[in-house]
């Protein structure tokens, strides 16, 4: 599994999102200068994460971006795979392969499949308001909620 720079950029945006949560819209050149990610390529992921229903967009000077959903709603998981795709493929690359051995073949699929399932469950159960809770905890500004 790698994380590509659009992965890392987009979830590093809209964790910044989680952060500005309720207070309105926020603007794109202000996301790119906190998180250090170029404008340009922030605005294409945007795009992407507003087609997919992450965020949602104003247009106008008071325009800006917002999530669409809670940071409570909103999991690492479903990040990841909008802007990366699956994490890991479902479906060994190179089918020209006869193995004198195919049951080697189920051995090893079994390994990746059970490791996709873990990362997955790691990732599903992470959402953006953990992370803003962990930034909190860091800074002894911790919320805690019964």
């Known amino acids: 599994m790698r994380i590509s720079s659009k992965g890392d950029y987009g ?6 999102l989680a952060q500005h949560y309720g207070e309105g819209p926020v603007q794109s050149d202000d996301i790119a200068t906190r998180q250090g990610i170029p404008g340009n390529y922030l605005n294409q992921l945007l795009i ?13 000077p008071q325009g800006g971006h ?33 193995a004198s051995v195919p ?11 059970g490791l996709r399932h873990r990362i997955e469950g790691v990732l599903a159960t992470l959402t953006l308001d953990d992370l803003c809770q962990r930034k909190r905890e860091r800074s002894g500004h911790a919320m805690y909620h019964i």
Do not use: C, N
Request: charged share 30%; hydrophobic share 50%.
């Open 11 to 16: 979830l590093r945006a809209l964790f910044d």
């Open 48 to 60: 992407t994460m507003r087609r997919a229903g992450l965020i949602e967009s104003m247009r106008g």
């Open 66 to 98: 917002m999530l669409a959903r809670s940071p409570e709603a909103i999991t690492l998981l479903d990040i990841l795979v909008t802007l990366e795709g699956p994490l890991l493929p479902t479906e060994p690359t190179r089918d020209d392969l006869v």
């Open 103 to 113: 049951e080697d073949h189920d051995f090893v699929a079994e390994v990746w499949l």
